[in-house]
């Protein structure tokens, strides 16, 4: 095995041992507003969206994970079978490896050849060269890429990159790669100024990827013989990157954090065209429950549509809601800035 693929399964048992479900985060301090006469009914509920020019069963999906290494493979073979039989979205780990280790592309692969027709969607990291990225977007039959943009992990890991000048690659990989191009965080939130100088240079689709969730700084700390535990608190709140997100116009997908069908609601009011879960499925994976819980999230979903007045994904975001003080405070100056 190599480090790079080690690294890739030090991850995946770092994010197990990292996972806290009932943690408390910025959705928590998100209130919906409820029609008590909904005029509704569970049964007219249609959680269909399209994405990509594929028609999709539920507007939440499974988010960037892994690839690269032998348990990677057997976790995206497993992903693309329940993506496959759901008919939702899933999101690849990071396919950059593939640029020192071609032999790790089946790790990938897998799950495209477990969901031929499905919408699987390839990434990678914003400095791989733009010539290989559209060869491995055609060579993983990708509907779309994510490139992520992980700073804060990267200043966190000792073997991470310290040269975090990516646009003008960035403008290059829009170039050659000919599928729609998704710009993410990896869980410490994309903010107001980086989309806005994104969208200027032609980029259309972002994913919040806020913080709440699971946390790379905690993550690459306890890997780190240095203790910088201080970064951990670095990131930006996922309701408060969504709300970043909607004043750009852009179309936009909130990820980070959300354990639930409630918070997949709240990313859809919040103006998300789209729902991301990453180390919640995992989690769920890992227990054996993931195939029956997506059907179940599927169901629940459609009883908070009905619950809050809503026949449609489209209309989620016509729903009312508040913000607890602390959240609102922060948004306000945030605001004012
Ligand atoms: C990730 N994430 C991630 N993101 C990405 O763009 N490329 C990647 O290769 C990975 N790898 C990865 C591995 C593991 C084990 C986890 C748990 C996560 C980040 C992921 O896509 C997401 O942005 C964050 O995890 C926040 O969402 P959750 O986990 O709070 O739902």
């Keep these: 095995m190599s480090l790079r693929s080690d690294r890739k399964e030090e991850h995946l048992a770092l994010a197990q041992m990292f996972f806290h479900n009932h943690q408390k985060n910025s959705l928590d301090q998100m209130q919906l507003l409820r029609p008590a006469l909904p005029e509704t009914s569970v049964a007219k509920v249609d959680l269909r969206v399209k994405m990509f020019n594929k028609t999709l069963a539920a507007p939440f999906f499974i ?55 499905g919408v699987v969607i390839a990434n990678l990291n914003p400095a791989t060269p733009a010539s290989v990225a559209a060869k491995i977007v055609n060579e993983l039959e990708a509907d779309a890429l994510q490139i992520h943009l992980n700073v804060l992990q990267e200043i966190a890991m000792p073997e991470g990159d310290r040269d975090f000048y990516w646009l003008d690659n960035l403008m290059e990989i829009r170039q050659k790669v ?11 939130g994309l903010d107001y100024g980086s989309i806005l100088r994104l969208k ?6 972002f994913d919040v990827a806020g913080a709440g969730g699971t946390n790379f700084a905690e993550i690459e700390n306890s890997r780190n013989p ?8 670095i990131g930006l709140p996922t309701v408060l990157a969504a709300k970043m997100a909607k004043l750009t116009n852009t179309n936009f997908i909130v990820s980070g954090g959300v ?23 995992l989690q769920l994976l890992e227990e054996g429950k993931l195939a029956t819980a997506i059907p179940q999230w599927k169901e629940e979903l459609r009883r908070l549509y009905a619950l809050f007045g809503v026949e449609k994904t489209a209309e989620c975001q016509n729903c009312g809601y508040y913000l607890d003080l602390p959240l609102l405070a922060a948004w306000q100056q945030i605001e004012q800035e």
Excluded: C, H
Aim: charged fraction near 25%; glycine fraction near 10%.
């Design 63 to 117: 988010n960037a994970m892994t690839g690269g290494s032998a348990k990677s493979k057997k976790i995206n073979q497993e992903l693309g079978k329940i993506a496959a039989r759901e008919n939702i979205a899933l999101a690849l780990g990071s396919a950059s490896i593939l640029v020192k280790e071609p032999e790790q592309f089946d790790s990938f692969y897998v799950a495209r050849a477990a969901n031929p027709d």
């Design 178 to 188: 000919d599928k729609p191009i998704i710009i993410k965080e990896v869980g410490a």
């Design 200 to 205: 200027k240079a032609g980029f259309t689709w």
């Design 259 to 281: 354990r639930n069908p409630l918070d997949v609601f709240k990313g859809l009011v919040l103006g998300g065209k789209y729902v991301g879960i990453s180390n919640g499925f």
């Design 226 to 233: 240095e203790d910088q535990s201080y970064l951990e608190e």
